[in-house]
């Protein structure tokens, strides 16, 4: 419980009270929660679209589930997502690229990036299947919270001072990893059956080959990178499940 309370109070606007001890090595070891934070923000999105179903249309109802994953996220990723966008715009070699993504200045290509992420999100997530479109929004943000694990987990830290990052590279071990691993697969095989795995798989895929991606350019990953790839999963997902019904490979 300790754990997912250290997970929902670092990933969410939710505050636990001033009393609540959170260590280095809690904070890292509570990735193997992420997943079910991600499971708990679905439960918003699921409860705030069938609340306002029921006064708008439903191109305003989708727009408002994005809105609300901004909000009750702290748009903590989106803050990831812009510094990585810029960092890979603007630096030439690692140490520009990390000296951009530190800054907190947003530049030009952040903001395009942002906004055409944010579009990405919405129109995605108008085209997904009315019957299906509750059960997406439950493994969106799951898949989503796995991705930051996996980077934590199978890659080094960028860079060779104090980081968001440097946390859960250090204190996330294997143990994180297949928790939140297993909990993910459950989560997708409960709500899509076996056909889930197909998603799944593909989240895994993109996520190792951006960390590969990251290593290869900055010789790891950091905090920044780790909301990028969350906020790329979600879109993901978004966009596969739409492909995936269209062409009628899988009838969820």
Known sequence: MKRFLTALQFLTIIRISKGFDVTEEKLGKSMAC????????????????????????????????IV???????????????????????????????????????????????????????????????????????????LGRWSTVQLATCFNYARSGPGTALVFTQFAGKKEYVISTLITAAVMIGLFQLKGLVVYLVILAVT?????????????????????????????????????YKMNLIVF
């Open 34 to 65: 992420f997943p079910l934070v991600g499971l708990l923000i679905g439960l918003i999105l699921v409860a705030v679209r069938t609340a306002s179903s029921y006064l708008l249309p439903a191109p305003l109802v989708d727009i408002l589930v």
């Open 68 to 142: 609300a994953l901004v909000i009750f996220a702290g748009a903590f990723h989106l803050d990831g997502f812009a510094d990585t966008v810029d960092g890979l715009a603007g630096g030439k070699n690692k140490e520009e690229i990390l000296a951009i993504m530190r800054d907190s200045r947003i530049g030009s290509f952040a903001v395009a990036g942002l906004i055409l992420l944010l579009i990405l999100k919405v129109f995605a997530l108008m085209e997904v299947p009315v019957e299906i479109k509750n059960r997406t929004l439950l493994i969106m943000p799951v």
């Open 208 to 244: 190792l080959l951006f960390g590969l991606f990251f290593k290869k350019r900055i010789g790891g990953v950091t905090g920044d990178i780790m909301g990028a790839v969350c906020e790329v999963s979600e879109v993901t997902t978004l966009l596969l499940i739409c492909a995936l």
